[in-house]
C-alpha cells in the first residue's frame, strides 16, 4: 500500500469545492481509499461491516457544502510551525 499519493501543483489540482479536477486523480484517490480501508481491515479484530462503514463515514462527512467550506477555510486559516 503506497503511503501517499504525490499530487504535482496540489493547488491547481481541486475546484472551489476541494474535488479533483482531473477524473484520473480521483480514481488514484480512491483507489488509495480501497487500499486503505483493505490494510485496515487485515489489522482490526473484527472487520468493519458495511453498516460500520457507512456510519464512521456519515461521521466524518460535512452534512452540507456550507460545513465543507467553513472547515476548509479553518485549515487554510492555520498557522503552521516548524518543528525542531
Partial sequence: MPLVLP???????????????DPTLTEQLR???????RGSCQF??????KA??????AAILPE???????GANAVQGRAFTKRR
Fill in 7 to 21: 499530487i504535482a501543483q496540489a493547488w491547481k489540482a481541486f475546484d472551489e469545492q476541494g474535488k479533483p479536477i
Fill in 31 to 37: 483507489a488509495l481509499g480501497r487500499e486503505v480501508a
Fill in 44 to 49: 482490526a479484530l473484527t472487520p468493519p461491516t
Fill in 52 to 57: 460500520d462503514a457507512a456510519a464512521a463515514e
Fill in 64 to 70: 452540507s457544502d456550507a460545513e465543507a467550506k467553513k
